[in-house]
């Protein structure tokens, strides 16, 4: 069945950088549209990034243009997000999910914690 | 500010219906199919309705969406305690070009 594990989230200070990786397993993941959302502690969920199956098409949300990078192995089949320049507002729980069409983000992983603060 | 509209909480009792709403725009539910998600406390996000209306596979036939225009709603029958959770309503945005979400229900069994 589809798994998405991620992993990377850790305690960092203002200003530092991380790379958060998701593995994917049970299915072509090659073919498909991944996301980044991201939940900060007892709030909503908020879109970061996606990328398509190719990876040659990128977007991000207005909050981390500049400092976030999305990409993909798909020979590896990970997904990554890389996260400089981290701030107070980027703690949150970082969730991989899988993009299906009218089915919309469709599978999720379990989340990583990251953690921004001196 | 979330870009799709939900009330903070809904309640009621075991066996009852609960009703969850969600508003938003022509560029987002007035144009492309609304996804409700079910949050359990301490887990990830789970899709519980997909394309304004459907089941996956495994969620009971006691969750039910609807979609009129630019808002949609999520209704809840036969409320069991184990349905207390945050839900949360999604859709494609086409002039963001981007998911959006609403700021999630949370939804307490009296």
């Known amino acids: 069945q589809v798994q998405l594990v991620e992993s990377g989230g850790v305690l960092v200070k203002p200003g530092g950088s991380l790379r958060l990786s998701c593995a994917a397993s049970g299915f072509v993941f090659r073919n498909y549209y991944m996301s980044w959302i991201r939940q900060p502690p007892g709030k909503g969920l908020e879109w970061v990034s996606y990328?398509?199956?190719?990876?040659?098409?990128?977007k991000y949300a207005d909050s981390v243009k500049g400092r976030f990078t999305i990409s993909r192995d798909n020979v590896e089949n990970v997904l990554y997000l890389q996260m400089n320049n981290l701030r107070d507002a980027d703690t949150a729980m970082y969730y991989c999910?899988?993009?299906?069409?009218?089915?919309?983000?469709?599978?999720w992983g379990q989340g990583t914690l990251v953690t921004v603060s001196s | 500010q979330p870009a799709l509209t939900q009330p903070p909480s809904a309640s009621g009792t075991p066996g009852q219906r609960v009703t969850i709403s969600c508003s938003g725009a022509s560029s987002n539910i007035g144009s492309n199919s609304v996804i409700w998600y079910q949050q359990l406390p301490g887990a990830a996000p789970k899709p519980l309705i997909w394309?304004?209306?459907e089941r996956p596979s495994g969620v009971p036939d006691r969750f039910s969406g609807s979609k009129s225009g630019t808002s949609a709603s999520l209704a809840i029958s036969g409320l069991q305690s184990k349905d207390e959770a945050d839900y949360y309503c999604?859709?494609?945005?086409?002039?963001?070009?981007?998911?959006?979400f609403g700021g999630g229900t949370k939804v307490t069994v009296l």
């Open positions: 999910t899988r993009e299906l069409g009218n089915r919309g983000l469709e599978s």
């Open positions: 999604g859709a494609w945005d086409a002039s963001r070009n981007h998911w959006v």
């Open positions: 394309n304004n209306d």
């Open positions: 990328i398509n199956s190719g990876g040659d098409y990128t």
